[in-house]
């Protein structure tokens, strides 16, 4: 116990901070936060596989967890990029409980766990985090019948667009001239996986974006040069 990780200042507000949970009642937050298992992970480490043993519900205190599935056929598909404040996974409320996805980290991350007994014990002394519960899964699964419109009815441009508006806010870090660097480093193939297309498709889109001087590139990162115009890009302008 004595060797297990600290939560930095900054970690602890990011999970403190999260809108979902900044929401709990103070002595439910508090007792969560006890129980709190803190691991720092390596860039590109597995967190936990798909298929394992779920005994803890997990939150992202710094960094990017990416939460990535694996088709009967081999194919990886990322689904999407947790950011510092967000719990990921399912509640492990039942012994026999396995996990639904995979979860790598994308870059240096710190990740917080809450085992699935202390989960129970919390359940039981706080009858309203059940609710609570609740309320994350219908907004996680507003989240996905939202993707789903979006592939069936958005092109890939706008698609594309709304990814990165959505990463850029989750991860942008402000320059000079009202340009937003997006600090989360994404090779073409992650953002494919994401849009479900091919990688030459996502290819064409990001050079389009550049020539019409809405995005650049800045030594392996993604710089949004015109926030304004990518809006509308998203929009379907």
């Given at each position: 116990?004595?060797?297990?990780?600290?939560?930095?200042?900054?970690?602890?507000?990011?999970?403190?901070?999260?809108?979902?949970?900044?929401?709990?009642?103070?002595?439910?937050?508090?007792?969560?936060?006890?129980?709190?298992?803190?691991?720092?992970?390596?860039?590109?480490?597995?967190?936990?596989?798909?298929?394992?043993?779920?005994?803890?519900?997990?939150?992202c205190a710094a960094g990017a967890v990416r939460v990535s599935s694996t088709t009967p056929g081999g194919r990886v598909l990322t689904l999407t990029f947790v950011r510092p404040g967000r719990w990921f996974g399912d509640p492990p409320l039942g012994a026999a409980d396995v996990r639904s996805h995979d979860a790598w980290a994308q870059g240096p991350t710190t990740t917080v766990s809450v085992a699935r007994g202390d989960l129970l014990q919390v359940l039981e002394r706080h009858p309203a985090f059940a609710l609570a519960l609740v309320e994350l899964q219908r907004l996680r699964l507003q989240q996905a019948f939202g993707l789903v419109e979006e592939l069936a009815s958005l092109g890939l441009r706008a698609r594309l667009a709304r990814q990165l508006l959505h990463l850029m806010r989750g991860y942008g870090e402000r320059c000079r001239g009202g340009e937003v660097r997006i600090a989360l480093r994404l090779r073409q193939h992650l953002l494919a996986e994401l849009l479900g297309c091919s990688r030459q498709r996502v290819n064409e889109?990001?050079?389009?974006?550049?020539?019409?001087?809405?995005i650049r590139k800045e030594k392996g990162w993604l710089v949004v040069r015109n926030p304004v115009r990518l809006a509308g890009f998203a929009a379907g302008e």
């Open positions: 116990m004595g060797d297990e990780p600290l939560l930095m200042a900054d970690e602890r507000a990011a999970i403190g901070g999260g809108r979902w949970f900044a929401a709990l009642p103070p002595a439910l937050r508090h007792d969560i936060l006890r129980v709190l298992r803190v691991r720092r992970h390596a860039a590109g480490e597995r967190i936990f596989a798909q298929g394992e043993a779920a005994t803890a519900w997990m939150a889109q990001l050079r389009e974006l550049a020539a019409d001087q809405v």
